[in-house]
């Protein structure tokens, strides 16, 4: 058990980050973020006018 242990705490451990999006993927979720926030203003301006 101990030796099992040590030779985790001896690895480098590896960081919980995602794939580095490629860029083109990245603008996709750029251009999804700006529609959706679109969308949300046009809904709170709808419901401010009634």
């Known amino acids: 058990m101990k030796a099992a242990k040590e030779k985790e705490a001896n690895e480098p451990a590896k960081p919980v980050e995602e794939e580095p999006a490629k860029p ?3 603008q996709k979720l750029k251009k999804l973020l700006k529609l959706k926030k679109k969308r949300m203003l046009r809904l709170l301006n709808c419901r ?3």
């Open 24 to 26: 083109a993927e990245k």
């Open 48 to 50: 401010k006018s009634r």
